[in-house]
């Protein structure tokens, strides 16, 4: 357990600052991670504004991978001009950050991902009551198998002979442990 700095009616307020530097710390943090948070957190914020209407649409931020930006397009042909455009991308992000934070762009499909714009960035519980990050439960939903792909399958190709005894089992088990 930490020492605590004992209070007395005399002491002068402490700076904020001066606290949350020790705080990060002892989270084994140093300040400049710190100040890094918050401002990655800003730039994706204001992201739209950063980039502009023209490149905010087409570059998904995804967040950053030491000092490297990653961008998410979705499709091919937007990945090949965020690409060819990174160098104007790196001068705006890297102007909005105040220094040199990032030294390349690496833009990738999107793929379902979601950009950190989407992601909830403060920890506050939603209106509803729910937490910022509930945990997934268990889906119930089970697929039927009845085996109506094998019809469409090459009957001496190892997959569909894989897929037929896997549906051959799965309804032995069915049988054997009924719902």
């Not at 001066?18 to 705080?23: F, G, Q």
């Given at each position: 357990?930490?020492?605590?700095?004992?209070?007395?009616?005399?002491?002068?307020?402490?700076?904020?600052?001066?606290?949350?530097?020790?705080?990060?710390?002892?989270?084994?943090?140093?300040?400049?991670?710190?100040?890094?948070?918050?401002?990655?957190?800003?730039?994706?914020?204001?992201?739209?504004?950063?980039?502009?209407?023209?490149?905010?649409?087409?570059?998904?931020?995804?967040?950053?991978?030491?000092?490297?930006?990653?961008?998410?397009?979705?499709?091919?042909?937007?990945?090949?001009?965020?690409?060819?455009?990174?160098?104007?991308?790196?001068?705006?992000?890297?102007?909005?950050?105040?220094?040199?934070?990032?030294?390349?762009?690496?833009?990738?499909?999107?793929?379902g991902r979601q950009d950190v714009r989407?992601?909830?960035?403060?920890?506050?519980?939603?209106?509803?009551?729910?937490?910022?990050?509930?945990?997934?439960?268990?889906?119930?939903?089970?697929?039927?198998?009845?085996?109506?792909?094998?019809?469409?399958?090459?009957?001496?190709?190892?997959?569909?002979?894989?897929?037929?005894?896997?549906?051959?089992?799965?309804?032995?088990?069915?049988?054997?442990?009924?719902?």
């Amino acid at each position: 357990m930490a020492a605590w700095r004992a209070r007395r009616k005399a002491s002068e307020p402490v700076a904020a600052c001066e606290i949350l530097a020790k705080v990060m710390q002892r989270l084994g943090m140093s300040a400049d991670e710190g100040w890094l948070r918050e401002r990655l957190r800003q730039l994706w914020i204001n992201w739209n504004m950063v980039m502009g209407p023209d490149l905010a649409d087409m570059a998904h931020p995804l967040g950053r991978h030491g000092s490297v930006l990653l961008l998410g397009a979705e499709d091919a042909l937007l990945v090949q001009e965020l690409h060819f455009q990174s160098g104007e991308i790196l001068e705006r992000v890297n102007a909005f950050m105040e220094k040199a934070v990032f030294d390349s762009v690496k833009v990738e499909l999107l793929l379902g991902r979601q950009d950190v714009r989407l992601q909830s960035l403060s920890r506050e519980p939603s209106p509803d009551g729910t937490n910022w990050r509930t945990p997934r439960g268990p889906v119930d939903v089970q697929t039927p198998l009845s085996g109506a792909y094998l019809s469409s399958m090459d009957a001496q190709s190892i997959v569909a002979r894989a897929y037929a005894n896997f549906v051959r089992r799965s309804a032995a088990l069915k049988q054997a442990f009924p719902n």
